[in-house]
């Protein structure tokens, strides 16, 4: 079966760190752009980070830039995001998504791109 399998989320006080797992089964993820995507209760889905498939290189939007970081290890077929310092606003569903792709650069941050796979979601709650 194909598909991308998001874990560890849960519930973490402001200041507190968290790591999220994206899991590809069926298929490679060599070849793969990763993009992690959160959506907070009446917002708008957005990227918040990305890596590519070509160079590695990786891009985050500005509100989590400094704090979180995207890695990827293609023997695994998992990419990760490291969150810490998190804060309240940090709060939604996060997914990962996977496109077929040489493009490296912030333009994988963009929702208007067809992405070939998503996660499920996981929730990440910050609150005290």
């Known amino acids: 079966q194909v598909q991308l399998v998001e874990s560890g989320g849960g519930s973490v006080q402001p200041g507190g760190s968290l790591r999220l797992s994206c899991l590809a089964s069926g298929f490679s993820l060599d070849y793969y752009a990763i993009t992690w995507f959160r959506q907070a209760p009446g917002k708008e889905r957005e990227g918040v980070a990305c890596?590519?498939?070509?160079?590695?290189?990786?891009y985050y939007a500005d509100s989590v830039k400094g704090r979180f970081t995207i890695s990827r290890d293609n023997a695994k077929n998992t990419a990760y995001l490291q969150m810490n310092s998190l804060k309240q606003e940090d709060t939604a569903v996060y997914y990962c998504?996977?496109?077929?792709?040489?493009?490296?650069?912030?333009?994988?941050?963009?929702?208007?791109?067809?992405?070939?796979?998503w996660g499920q979601g996981t929730q990440v709650t910050v609150s005290s």
């Open positions: 998504a996977a496109d077929l792709t040489v493009i490296a650069g912030p333009v994988l941050l963009s929702t208007s791109l067809e992405y070939d796979y």
């Open positions: 890596i590519s498939s070509s160079d590695g290189s990786s």
